[in-house]
Each structure stands twice: as structure tokens, then as C-alpha cells.
């Protein structure tokens, strides 16, 4: 029987006779929050963009990825997203965002938190921002983006050739 005021986190003293708490406790990966930090929506020529009929615009993604510890165990992901799109030559709205989690991460080995935060918990957080990205084109008078699926496993890779060799804290990759 099981005692329900014991977080689901703590160590069970069942199994693991003589075994510590922090030997017993496997690893964990807490989503603590997730928000977005800032964000801005330019529509440049709403009267030209609203009676241009382009079905196929140019549309620009850059993505940024920067970690930060920010306790003992607490890790902070900032994804920073612009998207700009074009129809020809005119601007037809801009979207600079960015999205952030915060994420504990308990008995994890440290050369593996960078991959995990950078990849897994990026995946985590893109549902929502895509969902903002829909949402404000849709509110600003545009048919909704939907955005496509970022891979952020190749967006590490990068990091790894170029980023971590240059000591540079943030992935910034084209999608």
C-alpha cells in the first residue's frame, strides 16, 4: 500500500533495500513552466497585404535556441522564432517571438542535459509556439501559418559543428 502524501518523486524504501535516496531516485525531466517572453507582429502595408491576392508567399523562418542554467537544477530553454513572409517584394507580416520553458532536470548526467534541453524539451515547447504563430497571422487579418515540424535533433547537430566549437550559447538555423 502506497502512502499518498509521498510525492511521486521521492525514493521508494520498498525496493532498494540499503540503497540512498539519490542512488534509488532514477532520472527525472520536470516541465516547471513555459511562456512566452516576448513577442512582436508587424504588419507593414495592411491595405496592400490584405488585397494581395499571392496564394504562394515567400515564407522565412530563423530559429534560435539558447540554454542558461538558472538554479542547482533548473534549466531555462528560450526559443527565439522569426518568421517573415513575402509576396514578391512586399512585406506581408513579420512575427519575431520568444518562447521559453523552464525544466528540472534531477540525476541526469551533464553531457547529457545540453542534448536534452536542446532537442527533447525544445520538441516539448513547439506545439505552443506554432499555435501562437497560427493564432496571430489568423488575428492579423492573414489566413492562419502553420507552421511545418522543426527538427531540432538537426538543429543540434549544427550547434555541435559550429556553435559549442565557437563558444557561441544559441543555435540559429533556417527552417
Known amino acids: 500500500m502506497s502512502d499518498s ?25 520536470q516541465t516547471l513552466a513555459q511562456f512566452l517572453k516576448d513577442m512582436s507582429f508587424e504588419n507593414p502595408s495592411p491595405l496592400d497585404s490584405l488585397t494581395l491576392n499571392n496564394p504562394n508567399p515567400t515564407v522565412n523562418v530563423n530559429v534560435s ?5 538558472a538554479q542547482d537544477t533548473v534549466y531555462e ?22 518562447y521559453c520553458g523552464l525544466f528540472a532536470l534531477v540525476n541526469i ?15 516539448l515547447l513547439f506545439p505552443f509556439i506554432r499555435n501562437i504563430v497560427s493564432e496571430t497571422t ?11 515540424v522543426i527538427d531540432f535533433a538537426q538543429l543540434y547537430q549544427q550547434y555541435q559543428a559550429t556553435g559549442a566549437s565557437n563558444g557561441a550559447g544559441q543555435v540559429i538555423g533556417t527552417v
Open 65 to 69: 535556441v539558447a540554454t542558461r542554467q
Open 138 to 148: 489568423r488575428d492579423g487579418g492573414f489566413a492562419p501559418l502553420y507552421l511545418n
Open 5 to 29: 502524501s509521498v510525492p511521486p518523486t521521492a525514493p521508494s524504501t520498498e525496493s532498494g533495500a540499503g540503497a540512498t535516496g539519490q542512488e534509488a531516485q532514477g532520472p527525472v525531466l
Open 109 to 123: 548526467p551533464q553531457d547529457q542535459i545540453e542534448p536534452i534541453l536542446r532537442v527533447h524539451c525544445a520538441s
Open 77 to 98: 530553454l528560450a526559443i527565439t522564432l522569426q518568421v517573415h513572409t513575402l509576396s514578391g517584394e512586399k512585406n506581408l507580416f513579420l512575427i519575431e517571438l520568444t
